[in-house]
C-alpha cells in the first residue's frame, strides 16, 4: 500500500476563493434566499478551494469558504481509533477469540481481559513525554499451541447532515434541494481508517538478528481480515468490551524463545477517487471543492489527506519485558513502525525493514525477545497519533 501526495486529489481546472479565517462563520445576507437557506449558485461563476481544503459555506455569488481538513481528521483518530493485542493458550488452529486482551489507543488505554494485563505510562522515543502501552501479561509457555491476536479498530459515530454554514470539524457533501448541505470530516477519516489501514502481525523462527520476512504472518482491520501466510493462522470476528472487530490470529510455529522473531506493522493505502462533478450530493465520504460554471460542483476524496496525516503523525509500538508477570515496568525492548517509517527503539537483535507481504509493502519491526517466552513474560502495545499544530 503507497501514500499519494495530498495535492493529487484536488485539481481543478477553475481557480477563484474566499478562504476565511473562521471556516464557521456564516456568509453575508446576500448568500441567502431571507429565509436562513443558501441560495442557488450562479452558474455563470465558478470557484475552488486551495489544494487540500473544502468548502464549508457558499455565497450566492459562487465565493467560497474553505477549511483544512487535518484538524478534524486528527481529532477522529486520536479519539476513535486504537490498537487491539491477546493472545489464547492451547489453541492450535482454533477461531476462538482471544482470553486475554489489551487494548491502546492515542487517548485512552485499556487493560482489557486477563489476569495482569495492565496500561504502563512510559517515555519512549519522546524526552519527558510519557504515554501509555497496554500490556498483555502472557499464561504458560508460549509454543505453537499459542496464538496472538491483532487488529486495528475505529469507532462510528454517524450523525445527520446539517445546512450550511458548516459548524467547525463539518465540510459541505452536497445540496438538499437549493440548500448546501453539511457532514462531519471526522466520519470521513474515520471511514478511510477502517477500510485502508491495518495491523499486520507475523512470525519467524531462527531468526536472531535476521532481516528477512516473517514466514508466517496476516493484518486485520475493520474491513476485514487476512491469512497471508502461515498454517494455522486464522481470522476471527468477535466482540470486545461491547465493540465488533476482525482478529488476525498468528499460530508460532514451535516454542517461542531467543532465536525467534514477532513481527508488527501498520499500513495504510491512499484509494483516491479523481474528483468529479455533481448536482445534487457527494459520493460517501467525498466533500465540495468548487463550483462549476455548469451549476454543477466538484466533489473530491480526503483519502490522500487522510493517509498523509496517519503517515505523518502515528505509530505503532511494541515491546516486551522478561520476569515480568504483571509488572508496571516499561519494555527492556521496543521499537515503533509508521506507514513510511520504522524504528529499532532499544534493544539487540530487533530489526526495522520494508517487507513485501502480499501486494503491499510493510515497514515492518522485528522483535526478538530473550531467552524462553513463558508465563512471567510481558507484551506490549502502543497506539500513538499526534495532534496537529
Same mark, same amino acid.
Given at each position: ?20 479565517? !473562521? ?72 477461531? !476462538? ?17 486477563? $489476569? ?27 509454543? !505453537? ?49 477502517? =477500510? ?154 530487533? $530489526? ?15 522483535? =526478538? ?21
Amino acid at each position: 500500500m503507497k501514500l499519494v501526495s495530498i495535492a493529487a486529489i484536488l485539481l481543478l481546472a477553475c481557480a477563484s476563493s474566499k478562504n476565511g479565517p !473562521d471556516a464557521s462563520a456564516p456568509p453575508d445576507d446576500a448568500a441567502t434566499d431571507g429565509n436562513g437557506a443558501d441560495a442557488p449558485v450562479d452558474a455563470a461563476v465558478a470557484a475552488a478551494c486551495p489544494d487540500g481544503q473544502v468548502a464549508t459555506s457558499i455565497a450566492r455569488n459562487g465565493d467560497l469558504t474553505c477549511a483544512t481538513m487535518d484538524s478534524a481528521a486528527a481529532t477522529a483518530v486520536r479519539s476513535r481509533c486504537s490498537v487491539y493485542l491477546g493472545q489464547h493458550d492451547s489453541c492450535t488452529g482454533c477461531s !476462538d477469540p482471544p482470553t486475554k486482551w489489551s487494548q491502546s489507543g492515542p487517548l485512552a488505554c485499556s487493560p482489557g481481559v486477563g $489476569t495482569g494485563n495492565t496500561c504502563v505510562s512510559s517515555v519512549l522515543d519522546i524526552p519527558a513525554t510519557p504515554f501509555d502501552l497496554a500490556t498483555v501479561d502472557l499464561d504458560g509457555d508460549v509454543n !505453537d499451541d499459542d496464538k496472538l491476536y491483532t487488529t486495528l479498530h475505529c469507532i462510528t459515530a454517524a450523525r445527520t447532515p446539517q445546512p450550511a454554514p458548516c459548524a467547525p470539524g463539518w465540510a459541505i457533501t452536497g445540496k438538499s434541494g437549493d440548500t448546501w448541505m453539511c457532514g462531519p470530516i471526522a466520519e470521513a477519516a474515520v471511514g478511510y481508517v477502517r =477500510s485502508q489501514c491495518a495491523v499486520y502481525l507475523g512470525w519467524q523462527d531462527s531468526c536472531d538478528g535476521c532481516t528477512s520476512p516473517p514466514v508466517k504472518w496476516g493484518f486485520a482491520n475493520d474491513a476485514g481480515c487476512t491469512n497471508g501466510a502461515g498454517a494455522n493462522d486464522t481470522c476471527t470476528t468477535t466482540t470486545l468490551a461491547g465493540e465488533p472487530v476482525n482478529l488476525f490470529g498468528l499460530s508460532m510455529g514451535g516454542d517461542v524463545d531467543g532465536n525467534d522473531k514477532l513481527h508488527i506493522g501498520l499500513s495504510c493505502a491512499a484509494a483516491t477517487t479523481p474528483p468529479g462533478p455533481s448536482k445534487t450530493t457527494c459520493p460517501a465520504g467525498q466533500f465540495v471543492i468548487g463550483t462549476n460554471v455548469d451549476g454543477s460542483f466538484q466533489c473530491a476524496d480526503p483519502a490522500a489527506v487522510f493517509a498523509a496525516y496517519v503517515g505523518t503523525h502515528c505509530a505503532l509500538f511494541f515491546g516486551w519485558h522478561d520476569s515480568c508477570d504483571g509488572c508496571t515496568a516499561a519494555p527492556v525492548k521496543w521499537g515503533k513502525t509508521g506507514t513510511a517509517t520504522c524504528e529499532n527503539g532499544a534493544g539487540a537483535d530487533d $530489526t526495522c525493514g520494508a517487507m513485501t507481504l502480499g501486494a503491499a509493502t510493510v515497514q515492518m519491526f522485528g522483535l =526478538s525477545p530473550d531467552g524462553n517466552v513463558n508465563g512471567d513474560d510481558t507484551l506490549y502495545v502502543g497506539f500513538r497519533c499526534d495532534a496537529v499544530p
